[in-house]
């Protein structure tokens, strides 16, 4: 289903891609475990064995995707057998999301980075793979699967901008055929979003008027769109889908006063909210699922300092409190069930354990074990990752994550601050392949969701309206000097490092605070803000007076984007750098990185730059990956070494025998 967000429309993609009261992290204070073996770079970063197990609607199959040639491809087994059948044989990119229709597998991928995906669709053997959408400068994907929808066995409903890059339209896509045909003739309205109902008719279609998000609604399709609401750019109402009977919707909403989105039915018809599911007072709420068989609701998902669950179902909970009791210490998710929801895959994870997966005959109580993300990791050499919060200087409360090294006092270390990407996103507790990285080589990480981090109310995100290299970095650098005061880091040896906007981070903390970091990494990282406002993608054209109000106008706030933009302020850099960027990337230009390479060469400082042609926003194929990590490791080994030697290598599992 598609939804709405308070910002850039998700088909975009996220910008640039701990609670109150967490835990403070424990003091050691018993004698040190030895120190774990240094895990190979490429241990952490290289394809998983198997990963994305789906179960098909009829339960007789398993799929998976796994590598071959260094790609993830998808196979499909049949239930019960050990013997795959590989279905895609991509070499190009990596297959990205994936799903059943029917007995055909649906799935996209780009081109190098482009971002521009293609919706593919392979019969369960193999022998039959096609495109569904064009292969070049168009950006497809799937809104509707139309499951049950009866006489749509063999449809999906595609959007797609090929008519105009700037919007997405519907179009019904036969899978077997790649027979295209257009749902709505959108040419007048530009209608730049869509929402189905239950019987797969698009009941609600959405645009913006630049900065306020327009709904227009028609009870069948036989009728016009008529506009029904208009939401405040910084409000939310994200409709999630229809009540079973097509009438009301479910919806993710900050309306009414609100603070925090709650998950809420309104009724359209009436104009009305009708009632209030649930709500939390400290997160933000935007996670609702449903049985298909039965037709009622399952459970309300939010995030607090890890995912949290809230069951509505007792039949949803009676299974999920079951699963949970055989893995006590993980975190257990059920998902992708058949039909007959009777069978599901089952997640089991946590910080250090990347995740395994297992299938669930729910009749027989029986699981059996498919496979494990990494099983060349072993969860008791890496590290915990531990909520913390601190409050800022103009009194916010920032919660984040501290993972420290293992067999080492956790006092006067080197530290990494890894900042997330968007920057309306946020990082959340569970393995990151990065913290543990970097922890195994002796570092302390923090991560942080400073102001405009998602999740945490309307006010806090509003905190961070033209605030780039502003209070968002205030954050960020008493965030550091939180971990300086605590005695954890030591503060000759603090890097900073990020992508996307936590690559615009790096190169703002060491620009605007030059004595704060020994060196910084920025991966995909914005300098420019002007230039950046001029190269984003056609899709997001739309919304760019949102961007204006968010970021800065070049028309109006130019002083302000000149100040934040540390390309114009390179004279302060004092330190060494590391940039990396992809060729292709349609978010962060080239550009951005080129120029900030070429001013700090003018002036003599160190910077190293590496550019991957086919690459696009961070860098997805896995040979690219290791050289990236690979040259990140030896840039802070040289800068803020930690000394760390390990009592033995683990066996690189990448060599032949291993």
């Known amino acids: 289903m598609h939804t709405l967000t308070r910002a850039l429309p998700l088909t975009a993609g996220v910008l640039f891609l701990a609670s109150c009261g967490a835990p403070e992290p424990k003091t050691e204070t018993a004698k040190l475990e030895p120190p774990p073996p240094t895990i190979p770079m490429k241990d952490f970063f290289k394809n998983p064995e198997k990963a994305s197990f789906r179960i098909s609607?009829?339960?007789?199959?398993?799929?998976?995707?796994?590598?071959?040639?260094?790609?993830?491809?998808?196979?499909?087994?049949?239930?019960?057998?050990?013997?795959?059948?590989?279905?895609?044989?991509?070499?190009?990119?990596d297959v990205g999301g994936y799903f059943w229709k029917g007995d055909r597998l649906l799935y996209g991928r780009d081109i190098n980075g482009d971002e521009n995906f293609i919706v593919f669709s392979a019969s369960k053997d193999g022998k039959d793979v096609k495109a569904l959408t064009p292969q070049k400068g168009v950006r497809a994907g799937v809104m509707d699967d139309l499951h049950d929808v009866p006489g749509m066995e063999k449809s999906v409903i595609v959007q797609m901008n090929k008519r105009n890059p700037e919007v997405?339209?519907?179009?019904?896509?036969?899978?077997?055929?790649?027979?295209?045909?257009?749902?709505?003739?959108?040419?007048?309205?530009?209608?730049?979003?869509?929402?189905?109902?239950?019987?797969?008719?698009?009941?609600?279609?959405?645009?913006?008027?630049?900065?306020?998000?327009?709904?227009?609604?028609?009870?069948?399709?036989?009728?016009?769109?008529?506009?029904?609401?208009?939401?405040?750019?910084?409000?939310?109402?994200?409709?999630?889908?229809?009540?079973?009977?097509n009438k009301n919707i479910y919806v993710a909403s900050n309306l009414n006063g609100r603070d925090k989105s709650a998950i809420v039915e309104y009724d359209i018809a009436g104009n009305k909210e009708v009632k209030e599911l649930?709500?939390?007072?400290?997160?933000?709420?935007?996670?609702?699922?449903?049985?298909?068989?039965?037709?009622?609701?399952?459970?309300?998902s939010y995030t607090g300092w890890k995912t949290e669950q809230v069951f509505l179902d007792d039949a949803t909970k009676a299974r999920s409190e079951k699963l949970k009791a055989k893995f006590p210490g993980y975190e257990v998710f059920t998902y992708g069930e058949n039909d007959n929801e009777d069978k599901f895959m089952v997640w089991v994870g946590n910080d250090r354990m990347p995740g395994k997966y297992y299938f669930y005959d729910e009749a027989a109580d029986k699981l059996n074990e498919m496979a494990t993300l990494y099983p060349w990791l072993d969860e008791k050499n890496l590290a915990e990752m531990k909520p913390i919060s601190y409050k800022t200087s103009d009194g916010l409360t920032v919660n984040g994550y501290l993972t420290l090294p293992k067999g080492r006092e956790a006092k006067a270390l080197p530290a990494v601050l890894l900042v997330h990407g968007g920057p309306w996103a946020r990082d959340i507790w569970g393995y990151d392949p990065e913290a543990q990285f970097l922890a195994n080589r002796g570092y302390a990480v923090l991560q942080l969701n400073y102001r405009g981090s998602t999740g945490y109310g309307r006010k806090y995100w509003e905190s961070s309206f033209k605030q780039w290299g502003k209070k968002m970095q205030d954050d960020l650098t008493e965030g550091v000097q939180w971990m300086i005061k605590e005695g954890t880091a030591d503060p000759k040896r603090v890097a900073i490092y990020g992508g996307s906007y936590g690559g615009y981070a790096t190169l703002a903390g060491i620009t605007f605070t030059p004595d704060l970091y020994a060196c910084g990494v920025d991966y995909v990282g914005v300098s420019n803000l002007f230039t950046f406002m001029n190269t984003v993608p056609a899709y997001w054209k739309p919304f760019m007076d949102q961007m204006h109000e968010m970021v800065g106008d070049p028309a109006k706030d130019s002083l302000l984007m000149a100040e934040a933009s540390p390309v114009f302020h390179?004279?302060?850099?004092?330190?060494?750098?590391?940039?990396?960027?992809?060729?292709?990337?349609?978010?962060?230009?080239?550009?951005?990185?080129?120029?900030?390479?070429?001013?700090?060469?003018?002036?003599?400082?160190?910077?190293?730059?590496?550019?991957?042609?086919?690459?696009?926003?961070?860098?997805?194929?896995?040979?690219?990956?290791?050289?990236?990590?690979?040259?990140?490791?030896?840039?802070?080994?040289?800068?803020?070494?930690?000394?760390?030697?390990?009592?033995?290598?683990?066996?690189?599992?990448?060599?032949?025998?291993?």
């Not at 491809?73 to 590989?86: E, L, P, R, S, W």
């Not at 306020?212 to 409000?235: C, N, T």
């Open 57 to 93: 609607p009829d339960g007789q199959y398993i799929s998976y995707k796994a590598p071959w040639k260094n790609r993830m491809n998808i196979f499909v087994m049949k239930a019960g057998d050990t013997t795959a059948t590989q279905v895609t044989a991509d070499t190009i990119r």
């Open 168 to 245: 997405f339209d519907p179009y019904l896509v036969n899978i077997e055929t790649g027979v295209t045909k257009p749902l709505y003739d959108n040419s007048k309205e530009n209608f730049e979003g869509w929402i189905t109902d239950h019987a797969g008719v698009i009941r609600i279609a959405t645009k913006t008027d630049g900065t306020d998000q327009l709904l227009f609604y028609r009870a069948s399709e036989k009728e016009p769109f008529k506009q029904f609401m208009k939401v405040g750019y910084k409000d939310s109402f994200s409709p999630l889908f229809f009540t079973f009977d």
């Open 278 to 300: 649930y709500a939390n007072p400290d997160y933000d709420v935007d996670g609702l699922d449903y049985s298909r068989k039965r037709k009622v609701l399952t459970e309300v």
């Open 570 to 658: 390179a004279d302060r850099i004092k330190c060494p750098l590391f940039i990396a960027q992809g060729a292709n990337d349609p978010r962060v230009n080239k550009a951005e990185s080129d120029q900030m390479v070429e001013a700090l060469k003018k002036r003599g400082v160190e910077v190293e730059y590496m550019v991957k042609n086919n690459e696009g926003h961070g860098f997805h194929n896995e040979e690219n990956r290791f050289d990236f990590y690979g040259a990140m490791e030896k840039f802070l080994d040289q800068h803020i070494g930690s000394g760390y030697k390990a009592t033995a290598a683990a066996p690189d599992s990448t060599k032949k025998g291993s």
